[in-house]
């Protein structure tokens, strides 16, 4: 098995930034990707970004490219979410994700706010 424990969400104000944090234990996997998905209220979950371990490729929706960045800590089994420049649109519940061959895993959610 695998747990995704997720971290950082909060409430800010538009323009402000949030960095969200989600460390993965339990099974290994040899090629892997890990990403965030986020579902806002009365809204279906929709993909966010990602970022491939094995070469550190990343892929964003086009809703938050040039404003949020994903990167990760090989070290430490966790991938981060930095968002910049967040606007209303971008409140949800943030969900990180591990996917690879045949299998998906899902964290809690971290609330994300951003007032106007």
């Known amino acids: 098995q695998v747990q995704l424990v997720e971290s950082g969400g909060g409430l800010v104000q538009a323009g402000g930034s949030l960095r969200l944090s989600c460390a993965a234990s339990?099974?290994?996997?040899?090629?892997?990707?890990m990403g965030w998905f986020r579902q806002a209220p009365g809204k279906e979950r929709g993909f966010v970004a990602a970022?491939?371990?094995?070469?550190?490729?990343?892929r964003f929706a086009d809703s938050v490219k040039g404003r949020f960045t994903i990167s990760r800590d090989n070290a430490k089994n966790t991938v981060y979410l930095q968002m910049n420049s967040l606007k209303p649109e971008d409140t949800a519940v943030y969900y990180c994700?591990?996917?690879?061959?045949?299998?998906?895993?899902w964290g809690q959610g971290t609330q994300v706010t951003v007032s106007s």
């Open positions: 339990g099974r290994t996997f040899s090629n892997y990707a």
């Open positions: 994700n591990l996917g690879t061959f045949g299998e998906v895993y």
């Open positions: 970022i491939w371990w094995r070469d550190g490729s990343t």
